[in-house]
């Protein structure tokens, strides 16, 4: 076992882009990398289109069912295709819209890392954030896995049909169509959540390189270091406006998904039906989870960011900046950026959801409590109704 650790701890070490992961799976599912001659764009864009062919007819097949005609579980897991599935797809699209940029983004995140790809902070963060994203992508295909062989009879194209052909396609080709929604969600949040991280490393780099400076009085990487800083808040500021309407229909997915979760439970506590409780806790603790990382990454970068400044405030800058004649001009232009800096760090990033609520841990702890709000008041309205 201790071997198995260390080969694959040399392996991670070896690994010299933290976005490698992302990139990988984008090449089959994602929306930045298009090459209409190679195999795997050819594979997406079938797979895409396939999936919401499929949607499409399941979302207008559930009007003409008969809801006394199938389990209660059944009709909700068909709701929950229209909702979680739906919205998986929305996800998709919102990134995609916004390609151009993100691509650029992805692009200046790479070029960083490729210019000095031995920095400690660099190699030590790599195996870190790559095992954080593998691990979050693999909890969700789970997840997705899971769902699609669970609700697998509750394809709402195999209840309404009255063909045994269509009933039969319809069955064998609900999991596949599920994961590929799942992986099409998969793809927006390890994309986010990846180029949160190395960010956040990035800024974090920033702020020692500023310390570092400062300390030995470098001016010539002062300057270096203001224009990394004005680049790189430049770039989390695109970021940060290419995410808001993604974000936004983030927190409502997860709203949704969770109080969704509460309603089929409510159900399944009160004995009204439903027999598939795991799948329901699991739907419930994985949207949870993945709602407070989504606060915890976003609070994260902003304090990363926020350190820059800090750095400089608290430096020893003013006694080691003396004045001289012969370099007076040097000396107003390295005091001008050093205050511009602090300025700028001193402004949050403030990631929002679509400019009506921070994306922090703050908004997460509090979208869980009105969701746990709705959960106990459809548990008393439903007890009630059995009164």
């Known amino acids: 076992m201790s071997n198995l650790t260390q080969w694959i701890s040399l392996k991670l070490s070896r690994i010299d882009d933290p976005l490698l992961f992302h990139r990988t799976i984008d090449r089959y599912v994602g929306f930045l990398h298009w090459n209409i001659r190679t195999l795997s764009t050819r594979i997406k864009l079938l797979a895409i289109f396939l999936t919401f062919i499929y949607l499409v007819i399941a979302v207008l097949s559930i009007p003409m069912i008969d809801p006394a005609t199938v389990p209660i579980d059944f009709y909700f897991g068909m ?26 983004v992805i692009r200046f995140l790479t070029d960083l890392q490729r210019r000095d790809r031995h920095h400690p902070m660099r190699v030590r963060s790599r195996p870190q954030i790559l095992v954080f994203v593998v691990l979050y992508w693999a909890q969700n295909v789970g997840q997705a896995v899971y769902w699609a062989f669970t609700l697998k009879h509750t394809s709402p194209i195999q209840q309404a049909s009255q063909f045994a052909v269509v009933k039969v396609l319809a069955s064998w080709l609900y999991p596949p169509i ?3 929604l799942g992986q099409m969600s998969d793809i927006t949040q390890v994309m986010t959540f990846n180029t949160l991280l190395v960010f956040t490393v990035e800024f974090k780099i920033l702020a020692d390189d500023f310390r570092q400076a400062i300390d030995c009085w470098n001016v010539g990487e002062l300057r270096e270091c203001v224009r990394r800083h004005r680049r790189l808040l430049a770039m989390a500021l695109v970021f940060r406006d290419k995410l808001r309407m993604y974000l936004m229909l983030t927190l409502e997915i997860y709203f949704f998904l969770i109080t969704y979760a509460c309603f089929v439970m409510v159900i399944q506590l009160t004995g009204n039906g439903g027999s598939r409780s795991l799948f329901t806790i699991l739907t419930g603790f994985v949207s949870v989870v993945c709602l407070i990382l989504f606060g915890w990454v976003c609070d994260r970068l902003e304090v990363k960011a926020s350190d820059v400044g800090r750095q400089v405030y608290n430096s020893d800058w003013p006694s080691n900046f003396i004045y001289r004649e012969n370099r007076a001009l040097d000396y107003r232009l390295t ?13 949050r990033i403030r990631f929002s959801c679509g400019s009506v609520l921070d994306m922090s841990l703050e908004t997460s702890y509090q979208l869980l409590k009105l969701c746990y709000s709705a959960f106990t008041i459809m548990l008393s309205m439903i007890r009630n109704w059995s009164v």
């Open 79 to 104: 709701w929950f295709l229209f909702g979680a599935g739906g919205s998986c797809f929305t996800q998709w699209l919102v990134l995609a819209h916004e390609r151009h940029k993100l691509r650029e």
């Open 178 to 180: 599920i994961v590929m």
């Open 335 to 347: 005091r001008k950026n050093l205050l511009i800096v602090m300025m700028r760090a001193q402004n």
